[in-house]
Nanobody
């Protein structure tokens, strides 16, 4: 397994969590890292992504303004800071390596090296 997602937990609405995605040096050579999430009974959906070159960031509309994706290149780690959490944010969160062109940054099939996922549960 090349990516390791961690930091999930059980929190109340309005709380914050920070997820981490540890990458190997090999994965680091991809175009960037993305976070996706899958809620029970729903399709996996894009949450956020960051490009290694330039540090450009991309967000789903549902999390824009509440979530922040960032990177620590020295530690080969990408973070997802989640603030003002809502019950609708409850899901298993996955990180993966983006291997596609810029226009595919929100497309799951453009990613590989998926991590094992970390559960985030937000109670109301």
């Amino acid at each position: 397994v090349q990516l390791q997602a961690s930091g999930g937990g059980l929190v109340q609405a309005g709380d914050s969590l920070r997820l981490s995605c540890g990458t190997s040096e090999r994965t680091f050579s991809k175009n960037g890292i993305g976070w996706f999430r899958q809620a029970p009974g729903k399709e996996r959906e894009f949450v956020a992504a960051i490009r290694w070159s330039g540090g450009y960031t991309y967000y789903a509309d549902s999390v824009k303004g509440r979530f922040t994706i960032s990177r620590n290149s020295a530690k080969n780690t990408v973070y997802l800071q989640m603030n003002s959490l809502k019950p609708d944010d409850t899901a298993v969160y996955y990180c993966a390596a983006h291997r596609g062109i810029l226009s595919t940054v929100r497309v799951q099939t453009a990613y590989d090296s998926w991590g094992q996922g970390t559960q985030v549960t937000v109670s109301s």
